[in-house]
């Protein structure tokens, strides 16, 4: 593994011209459209992998969650009256929208930090089973060179904190992406 990260850094690092004594690299290496195949090759896989109606059916969920959650406190005058509203007994004096807003930030923000981490967790897992599906067509070398690319360009951070990023980030460091893509065992892991 150490060894194929060092290849990965090696490559985004010249890719920078941080490093000018050498005059080739994964990027300029790979041809335009091979890394754009490649890349179209990861989303195909999305697609072919239920990844993308599995999203839709996550985000009706989750929003079915928050409301159906939301209906139980919804005329809550304690949630209202904890930020200073006062509002009488009536519903109608209690609008719908500002409650919702003190309930998503108070009640329902503990629920959404967890959610947020599984479905990260969920996120990356398809990720890395795109990649796989990209690098089953024979793409691998490519995909590498269009993530380092895209990467580069949006000025992503490459190596960032392990933990930073598995709770924050919906996608896996470049890295960790290119280095399961060329380490056999770990993309084996997956399957
Ligand atoms: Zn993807």
Not at 91 to 105: A, C, I, R, T
Not at 110 to 139: C, H, I, Q
């Amino acid at each position: 593994m150490d060894r194929v990260k060092g290849f990965i850094y090696y490559h985004i690092l010249s890719f920078m011209n941080i490093q000018s004594n050498h005059h080739t690299n994964i990027v300029s290496q790979t041809p335009t459209i091979y890394r754009l195949l490649a890349i179209l090759g990861h989303e195909i896989g999305h697609w072919r992998l239920w990844h993308t109606i599995e999203g839709f059916v996550i985000t009706q969920a989750y929003t079915l969650c928050l409301f159906l959650a939301f209906s139980y406190v919804q005329t809550s005058t304690e949630l209202f009256g904890a930020f200073g509203f006062t509002c009488g007994d009536q519903s109608e004096s209690m609008p719908m929208f500002v409650g919702l807003l003190l309930f998503m930030q108070t009640y329902w923000t503990p629920v959404d930090k967890l959610l947020t981490f599984v479905l990260n967790v969920n996120s990356r897992r398809n990720e890395f089973a795109a990649d796989r599906y990209s690098k089953n067509l024979g793409m691998s070398k490519d995909l590498a060179a269009g993530l380092v690319k895209i990467s580069v360009e949006n000025l992503g951070n490459m190596v960032p904190d392990p933990l930073y990023s598995a709770y924050h980030f919906s996608h896996p460091p470049v890295v960790e992406r290119i280095a399961a893509m060329l380490d056999g065992s770990e993309s084996k892991k997956d399957k």
